[in-house]
């Protein structure tokens, strides 16, 4: 097999007339959210980021991003009553969960499951019940989760309990036992943090989906697809896999200046739009601090603070989301795989705001391509090709 790219046609950076990576390119509008660099500022529907993370629970945040209000009390029982009478999946779905390979990786289970559900589901091209559809993701993908968490540890299956919100209920489903208030705390925090992010890889990738008029569960699947990418979602499980590694806080600083000596790419470090430190990082550094404070184990903390210095020293280059949420999660108990499933959990209520903004203001997405191959040629016949 030749190789895809022919190395002489590939030309010099300098002189593409493309914009690579879409770095600066402003795609579209949207009314769901609005990251601001200059300032580190997130907002959802004009709510800060930080503060709907201090005072709502994640419930009332999906609620925001898909009718762009925060509820009023008798509205949010009513959206939870929904939510929570959703959460149950069909033994087909949980036996396809089930008879997965134990080895693949739970982001492949996930992205198995939701398009199971979209399979199972007969309105799959009704785009009026897509919020009802939301609604079903949101609720039955926790639990999708928490099965392929049981079953790859080879214990059985922990139902929703409908009396817990959402993120009690999901450590309930897979661990068996909501643990203190404060740890509950933490994980709803990253799961508000983790919601939206506005033109993002996944959220770009769901809203092309979108835009050829395919379904809801298709274009959810690709951001899945798009979202376990280590240079996405996939940092989360990635910084915690560099912290194993690094082992000792006291051994962070030497590890930092090899590894940027190396060129290697620090997982949890850089981003695309924030140049001068993400929005969402001091409140999940908080909450990281607390599960610290929490389990009395100190040493992820000290190594994140000896990391985070040396890389702002060396190369100015400050943390994103997933440098705090990747130990956060490690010290709540869960498995590392399971990192970025839980960041689906968060983003599906983001990637469905804007497929639903997509599908109600449509028109196909489709850029243009600089082409680099070959100068036009003609064919020969098989019998005269040497
Ligand atoms: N570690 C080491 N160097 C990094 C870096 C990192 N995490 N992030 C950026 N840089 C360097 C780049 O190599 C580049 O150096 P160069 O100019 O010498 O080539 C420079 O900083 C500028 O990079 P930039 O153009 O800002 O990166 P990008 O926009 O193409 O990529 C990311 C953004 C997020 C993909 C990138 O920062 C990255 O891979 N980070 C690690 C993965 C991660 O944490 N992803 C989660 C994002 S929320």
């Not at 939510?83 to 982001?107: F, G, Q, V």
């Not at 943090?193 to 996944?202: K, M, P």
């Not at 000290?302 to 949420?325: G, V, W």
Request: hydrophobic share 40%.
């Amino acid at each position: 097999m030749s190789q895809i790219v022919n190395p002489d046609y590939v030309v010099e950076p300098e002189k593409m007339n493309v914009k690579k990576g879409l770095e600066g390119s402003v795609v579209d509008q949207t009314t769901i959210s609005k990251v601001t660099p200059e300032t580190n500022s997130l907002v959802y529907k004009g709510y800060p980021v930080q503060e709907l993370a201090e005072n709502c629970r994640f419930e009332e945040v999906a609620y925001l991003l898909w009718n762009s209000e925060l509820p009023t009390k008798s509205q949010l029982a009513e959206f939870e009553k929904k939510e929570r009478s959703y959460r149950d999946i069909t033994k087909a779905n949980l036996e396809i969960i089930r008879l997965l390979p134990k080895k693949c990786h739970p982001m492949d289970s996930i992205r198995t499951a939701v398009s199971f559900l979209g399979a199972e589901d007969s309105r799959i091209w009704d785009k009026a019940s897509n919020l009802d559809k939301a609604m079903i993701m949101l609720a039955k993908i926790p639990t999708m989760v928490a099965a392929d968490f049981r079953f790859k540890k080879g214990l059985e299956f922990i139902p929703p309990n409908p009396q817990l919100p959402m993120a009690e209920n999901f450590f309930h489903m897979c661990f068996g036992k909501v643990p203190a208030a404060d740890i509950v705390k933490a994980f709803d925090v990253s799961l508000t943090l983790y919601a939206e992010h506005s033109f993002n890889a996944s959220t770009f990738a769901t809203r092309v989906i979108a835009s050829t008029e395919s379904d809801i569960y298709s274009a959810t699947v690709g951001g899945i697809g798009a979202l376990k990418g280590p240079l996405h979602g996939g940092a989360n499980e990635q910084v915690m896999h560099m912290m194993l590694e690094i082992a000792d806080p006291a051994k962070a600083e030497q590890w930092m200046i090899d590894a940027l000596k190396n060129k290697r790419k620090v997982m949890g470090f850089g981003h695309r739009v924030y140049k001068y430190g993400d929005s969402r990082v001091p409140t999940m550094k908080k909450y990281a601090q607390k599960m610290a404070d929490a389990t009395g184990e100190q040493k992820w903390m000290k190594m994140y603070a000896a990391l985070e210095k040396t890389m702002i020293d060396q190369k100015k280059i400050h943390p994103n989301l997933d440098f705090p949420a990747g130990p956060a999660y490690y010290m709540m108990g869960f498995e590392i795989d399971f990192f970025t499933p839980i960041f689906v959990m968060a983003r599906t209520t983001g990637w469905s705001a804007h497929i639903m903004e997509q599908h109600s203001n449509n028109r196909i997405i489709r850029p243009l391509s600089e082409y680099n191959g070959p100068a036009e040629r003609h064919v020969k016949p098989v019998s005269e090709r040497n």
